[in-house]
């Protein structure tokens, strides 16, 4: 839902937005004059506020989004496509995460606090002000192998039902935020939190250093990511010997459980190849390319037609 809607003024001053109640940014961007002569342009940079899929009731009491369902950003600007073309951020992997912090209107809510399906949340609607509402993406069939562009439309994702899934499933979230699923096998009661955005830091970081070493525990450490408790129990040695003794039919389940229950938005489309017809259901990547594709394109474009 867009709050207001930003207008151009060229040379006598600021333009009037249409929108009486509507709150803009400005930003002028004037030649050097007299201090009383107004900006050559001026630009109200509009701002939206993005439904969160949590509805904020994850979220603890002090929290900014304690009980909030939406979260105003600014649309984007050229001043974050120096953040996302930065070789020392995009180093860091924290190219994202500055973009996504530069845009946030309220300036107490820190981006690596939020759960990890607001800021999917975010992306996409950041992704919507600076480009439009779809993401055109190379994509290679699984079925033939073939490579061809796809259009994904971002413009309305929908958001999941996560109390719809937890009443199907039997299961109910607690006071604190916490989910409690029973596993089939074990009769085993796992307590589990949801993950933040930096949780998602941490476990990538994690998953990587691991990789260098040739030891790959993508599944366990996930499990240990997000598992709080096993039976009430909290401590970490039995979180860890359960872990590792959990039958591959529980695993499943509470990956599946986990995955149904957590907010998040919907980002899974139809493909269908072009080459062989075959039809698929793909999701979105949501990551750096997600943005820096049309970036590095028209900064290619804008350099080529420099050079001639």
């Not at 060229?10 to 009383?36: K, M, N, R, S, W």
């Not at 050229?78 to 209107?105: F, P």
């Not at 604190?176 to 307590?191: E, H, Q, R, W």
Request: charged share 25%; with cysteine.
């Amino acid at each position: 839902m867009s709050r207001n809607e930003g207008r151009l003024g060229l040379g006598d001053g600021p333009a009037q937005d249409e929108t009486p109640a509507a709150t803009t940014a400005a930003v002028g961007l004037g030649v050097p004059g007299p201090t009383d002569q107004a900006p050559a342009f001026n630009w109200s940079v509009p701002t939206e506020f993005v439904e969160l899929p949590s509805k904020g009731v994850f979220y603890p009491t002090g929290h900014p989004l304690h009980q909030q369902s939406t979260i105003e950003i600014r649309y984007m600007t050229a001043k974050e496509e120096d953040i996302l073309t930065s070789r020392s951020l995009l180093k860091e992997g924290v190219a994202l995460d500055r973009m996504l912090q530069n845009l946030l209107v309220d300036k107490s809510i820190n981006i690596s606090s939020l759960l990890v399906g607001d800021k999917n949340a975010l992306l996409v609607a950041a992704r919507k002000t600076g480009y439009g509402p779809t993401y055109d993406t190379n994509v290679t069939c699984p079925s033939c192998d073939d490579t061809g562009e796809f259009s994904f439309d971002i413009s309305n994702p929908p958001v999941k039902d996560i109390y719809q899934n937890a009443q199907e499933l039997g299961i109910s979230f607690g006071d604190d935020g916490n989910v409690s699923i029973t596993l089939p096998m074990t009769k085993a009661t796992v307590t589990c939190r949801l993950l933040t955005g930096e949780d998602e830091v941490r476990l990538a970081k994690e998953m990587q250093r691991k990789s260098k070493k040739k030891v790959e525990t993508t599944a366990t450490d996930s499990f240990r990511a997000y598992i709080t408790s096993v039976n009430g129990d909290e401590s970490p040695f039995t979180i860890e010997s359960f872990i590792h003794a959990m039958p591959a039919m529980d695993a499943r389940h509470l990956r599946k459980t986990y995955s149904a229950i957590v907010p998040d938005i919907d980002l899974t489309q139809t493909y269908d190849c072009d080459n062989c017809g075959y039809e698929t259901e793909m999701e979105v990547p949501l990551g750096v390319d997600f943005f820096l594709a049309w970036v590095r394109t028209t900064l290619k474009q804008s350099t080529n037609n420099y050079s001639n």
